[in-house]
């Protein structure tokens, strides 16, 4: 008789064709799927150590936040209806006076809005203070691959916020040393750049080839703005990607937020080169346009998704999904009568195992499958806007909510039962976040009109 060390039973499972597999029980053993099946009167009997009664739940992969910033949870409220430029009135004072333990609060809080909604991965571009990140990560059972992002020129950023091309390698190089693989794996390390308007040509240079040599990922903002488009054009009679390309960054270890303002040239290149584009629809329908996701689909590129960050939105990768598909069905598929501008099983994809390869861990994340990490999250489906269905994985993705979210399961431990988390005092790191926000407001001489 095999013992698995968590069992989940009477659950239907959300597999990675889109389909769903009724009757089932998911058994968990050292991190990972052990036993994935339809139980019927001929399956093997199995006992656990921890049993959880899966019936009027769906397991599903745990989500893959492939674009954000934990460091920017504290910005909560406060760039909403902000007229420009946020990223100078806003973001750089904000940043610049961020405390190691300011981030460490606001990433602990970053981890439990996360997990509570069934993110369960995420891809951090960078902030100050990322070793702070990957504590909390660490503490509270979150995967992450994290940046720490670098900027070596760059009009509008104060000295403080710039490091030398050496420094920010060396302080790169550091970050991975100390947290490569730390929490049996979930803790990753990439190379970052913010992006092409405060990169050298010798800190893009020394990115791509300490990159290639560690065989890690390259964190970018890529054609997120006309200002970048503009200062590529002008300054290096380039594109953006044909900027990037000029070093040799791009490639499958890449990960390219935003992919906004591409020309189709610039998108057939990032194609060819195997490069992963990570939508973040709120961000980008907020103050950069339409990307042309439809044309990537057609060439075959991975395309992940994304929140970039809590400063504008909710965490979660429900409402992602949903706003990117009517974007695109807005933009593409109304003028052309085509319903299918992006399908629901394309933009679940995104969220699931579009991110897992864009971290570069398709063989680990982002299904639920024999032999795979144990990452799952139980919905609740007996809920009026879910059930009854004559599709329940398409109405996941047209109606599902984080709110939704009843388990979460990471590396095969249980972090959330019930809508509850086991180890962490969520109330307490609330507070502690509430405090941290009222600290950098006050260093930042921010003006909260209504801090709560
Ligand atoms: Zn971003």
Redesign the pocket.
């Known amino acids: 008789m095999t013992e698995f060390d968590l069992l989940i039973q009477d659950c239907l499972v959300l597999l990675p064709d889109f389909s769903i597999l009724p009757d089932a029980a998911i058994g968990i053993k050292d991190s990972r799927i052990a036993l994935l099946e339809s139980v019927t009167a001929d399956s093997g009997s199995y006992t656990a150590r921890e049993i959880i009664d899966g019936s009027g739940k769906l397991a599903m992969p745990g989500f893959i936040d492939a674009?954000?910033?934990a460091a920017q949870q504290l910005l909560r409220g406060s760039v909403v209806d902000e007229l420009p430029m946020v990223w100078t009135r806003i973001l750089v004072p904000f940043e610049s006076n961020l405390a190691p333990e300011d981030v460490y609060r606001g990433a602990l809080l970053f981890c439990v809005e996360n997990l509570k909604a069934g993110t369960t991965t995420f891809a951090d571009?960078g902030g100050p203070f990322m070793e702070m990140v990957a504590r909390a990560a660490l503490e509270t059972g979150m995967r992450g691959l994290i940046t720490r992002s670098t900027m070596d020129c760059g009009q509008d950023i104060p000295d403080k916020m710039k490091e030398s091309t050496q420094v920010a390698i060396r302080n790169c190089e550091h970050l991975y040393k100390d947290w490569n693989g730390a929490g049996d794996g979930r803790i990753r390390i990439g190379f970052g750049l913010r992006q092409a308007m405060t990169s050298t040509p010798a800190l893009m240079e020394a990115v791509a080839a300490r990159s290639r040599e560690l065989n890690t990922s390259v964190h970018i903002?890529l054609a997120?703005h006309m200002a970048e488009v503009a200062h590529c054009l002008t300054q290096y009679k380039m594109r953006p990607a044909e900027w990037f390309e000029h070093f040799g960054l791009l490639g499958p270890n890449l990960i390219a937020?935003?992919c906004v303002r591409l020309s189709d040239k610039e998108i057939l290149l990032l194609a060819e080169r195997g490069a992963n584009p990570v939508h973040?629809p709120h961000?980008n329908l907020g103050n950069h346009g339409f990307s042309k996701t439809p044309l990537m689909l057609a060439l075959g590129m991975n395309i992940a998704l994304?929140t970039?960050?809590v400063s504008a939105t909710r965490l979660n990768l429900f409402e992602p999904m949903r706003l990117l598909k009517f974007a695109m069905q807005a933009r593409h598929g109304v003028d052309i009568n085509d319903p299918l501008a992006l399908p629901a099983q394309e933009v679940y994809h995104m969220a699931t195992q579009g991110g897992a390869k864009a971290v570069m861990q398709e063989k680990e994340i982002g299904r639920l499958e024999v032999g795979m990490k144990a990452d799952i999250l139980l919905l609740d489906i007996e809920r009026p806007h879910l059930t009854p269905t004559a599709h329940l994985p398409k109405t996941i993705v047209t109606a599902a909510g984080p709110d939704d979210v009843s388990d979460v399961i990471v590396d095969g431990k249980l972090l959330i039962h019930n809508h509850e988390f086991l180890n962490l005092d969520e109330d307490r790191i609330r507070y502690d976040a509430g405090q941290a926000m009222l600290d950098v407001g006050r260093r930042a001489n921010f003006s909260f009109e209504s801090f709560i």
């Open positions: 674009h954000t910033h571009a903002h997120e937020a935003h973040c961000s994304g970039d960050g």
